[in-house]
């Protein structure tokens, strides 16, 4: 049985970059998960919809404060969104808050698209390779060294074996990460549209516009 070293050296140059893209696999992923663990615990809807409900209630001497303490993505959105300097420029400063979470929610999937399609592809590549090393032994020898022909048919297998697991290894996990992402998207979409409803039903209660107060506010 041929051990760890032997087997990895067998499949030949194009392993290396295999290996390269399993770390970038591991990387991401492990980096991913503490990401979207943290975020779990982040999500307070209780805090968001108390943010709604206060956007219905706006008074023209009492501008919004930002509502600190809290890491939620749509919270966030929504206090970044209290910079406008009237409602009309709402709907465009809550899109581009929710695009820059999304950004961040989506950080390494890129990376994880490219292996998914890439790995295969060096698989498929060093299978040429070994197939062709097989072909110039056989060319040369014959067949009176047939252990020689056998060392680029291993290399060709090896490879496209290694090239497959990789790409499925990534598979998962991209598949899992990018189900969240849309999660949240819609979550920021709805939060974003309940944001302006409310926002409508204060301005037009009020008989002079609210002047919104101009916050920053660090996302988590």
């Known amino acids: 049985m041929l051990t760890m070293p032997n087997w990895f050296l067998q499949g030949g140059p194009l392993m290396w970059p295999l290996l390269f893209c399993t770390f970038l696999l591991i990387t991401i992923t492990l980096e991913r998960l503490f990401y979207w663990w943290q975020l779990r615990s982040r999500l307070s809807m209780a805090a968001v919809n108390d943010r709604l409900m206060a956007l219905s209630y706006l008074k023209s001497d009492q501008p919004l404060e930002p509502l600190g303490g809290c890491k939620d993505p749509a919270l966030s959105m929504l206090n970044q969104a209290f910079s406008a300097p009237s409602f009309d420029t709402i709907s465009q400063l809550l899109e581009n ?124």
């Open 97 to 220: 808050a929710a695009k820059r979470q999304l950004n961040r929610m989506q950080r390494g999937q890129s990376v994880l698209d490219t292996i998914i399609t890439l790995a295969p592809m060096l698989g498929i590549l060093g299978t040429v390779m070994g197939i062709i090393e097989s072909f110039q032994v056989l060319g040369g020898k014959g067949v009176d060294d047939p252990s020689a022909v056998i060392g680029g048919i291993a290399q060709a297998l090896v490879t496209t074996a290694a090239g497959l697991s990789v790409a499925m290894m990534a598979l998962l996990p991209y598949n899992r990460f990018r189900h969240l992402v849309q999660q949240q998207a819609l979550r920021l979409e709805y939060v974003g549209t309940q944001a302006e409803v409310m926002l409508s039903v204060s301005l037009e209660r009020l008989e002079k516009p609210v002047k919104l107060q101009s916050v920053s506010y660090a996302a988590g």
